[in-house]
């Protein structure tokens, strides 16, 4: 929900030098409650910052 998981595995695939692969046929389900949908709920807002948060390190880092 905050970006964390796009960090590690970027990281990870860089690190390693490792590539990523669209598998079409490949299904994930993510069971979560959806506590973000809420256009005013405190999760709202710390996932939208926290996506800008991401980026904008993301940005800083790739310029350097």
Not at 7 to 26: A, E, H, I, Q
Request: glycine share 2%; charged share 25%.
């Amino acid at each position: 929900m905050y970006c964390e998981d796009i960090d590690v595995c970027m990281r990870s695939f860089y690190k390693f030098g490792n590539r990523v692969l669209f598998v079409p046929s490949l299904r994930a389900v993510h069971l979560a409650e959806h506590a973000s949908r809420s256009l005013f709920s405190p999760h709202f807002y710390w996932h939208i910052k926290s996506i800008f948060r991401y980026l904008r390190v993301k940005f800083v880092i790739a310029r350097e």
